[in-house]
């Protein structure tokens, strides 16, 4: 999985870092250029659901290994554009492919690992997201100095074919289906059932949570401002803070941060659960990561110093990913066995909101003619965020059907 998450954001961020260069190759406005970065998430956020159902259904080793092959293709169709209009096609059905990912992650998170650990386990993943993050611009910037920019897609669309070739070969859809696995581990588990034995999503139960529409929320709050990162953080640093295209290397920064900071929350949420219970666990460390990139950003907006500017954009990211594996793991906390249709749909919201950010972004920078203009409403949406993790139950049953284990503080 951190291998995979690894590959998801080296294939995601190639974009962002080659963005100047595809900008003047293929003459695209900064307003067009919003449309590019956001059609990928429109097409992402209107597929997670039906990917995370497919993944619960039928199991991550089939479903993974059709979209991990189906965006790698399409990584590579990027490198090969040279129109606009096939552009935006090329990447709606890279989103297509991509929208699968984490909602089976966390089908396999559900299903291989015990509740106590899920916040541990997702911040491993998304620590490596972020190393991914963090050599794109390495690997990137040097390739297109030597091989211009269309190389990089071609790379990096390899190494998605490598990876889902040995994931269907080694990988097992449930603990009682993997051989060397123990019958206390299968007990630990909760017997591990294979895929055949899911049910269908209780959509009505669903819809009608409070709970499952703050996380909903929340997810569209701080993947606002996250997918600057994602989509304009390269191109701000080239345009508003004049970083030549050598100094680039320096926007891998963020994503060390990050690494660091997903780590630290998935072991700082699951050591408050442990000694504090659930529902607090979880909050405390929803509303100090968000409180704290808010306050960076909000630093960031009022400094002229472009070294301090992305030091305090680094800290804003290190406090969004710092509750990230938090969320994460408490949609495998409402329902392990419809983990992946859960965290769709935290996705979808989530998703449907980097596509308004990406599109806002270019529009307020032509109205404006600064680039530090949508960095306010980022400000907004992570008060926002920070305010409805206060609200948020962690125990709340999402299904009636089923029971979610409750870790009760230590003596």
Known sequence: ????????????????????????????SPQAWGWVTSVFFVSYSAFEIPSGVMGDRSGARRVLTRIVLWWSAFTSFTGAVYRYSILLLVRFCFGMGEAGAYPNVSVVIGRWIPARDR???????????????????????????????????????????????????????SPAEKAGVSEAELAELGGGSPARQHHGLPWGAALRSANLWRLMAIAACYVYALSFFQSWFQTYLVRDRGFSEGQLVLSALPYIVGACANGLGGLTSDWLVRRFGLRAGRRVV???????????????????????????????????????????AVCVDLSSRHAGAVLGFANTAANAASAVSSIAFGYLVGHFGSYSAPLIPMVVALGTGMLLWLVVDPTQELFLSERVAVLAPAD
């Open 119 to 173: 916040a541990r386990a997702w911040g491993i993943v998304w620590m490596s997201s972020q190393i991914g993050g963090a050599i794109a611009p390495l690997l990137v910037v040097p390739v297109q100095a030597y091989y211009g920019w269309r190389a990089s897609f071609y790379l990096f669309g390899f190494l998605g074919v490598i990876w889902g070739a040995v994931w269907y070969w080694w990988y097992r859809d």
């Open 1 to 28: 999985m951190s291998l995979l998450s690894v590959i998801t954001y080296l294939d995601r961020v190639c974009i962002a870092v080659a963005g100047p260069r595809m900008q003047d190759s293929l003459h695209i």
């Open 286 to 328: 929803g509303v100090a990561g968000l409180a704290v990139a808010g306050v960076f950003l909000i630093a960031t907006i009022s400094t002229r110093n472009n070294t301090a500017a992305l030091i305090f954009l680094a800290l804003v990211y290190g406090g969004i990913t710092f509750q990230q594996p938090n969320l994460c």
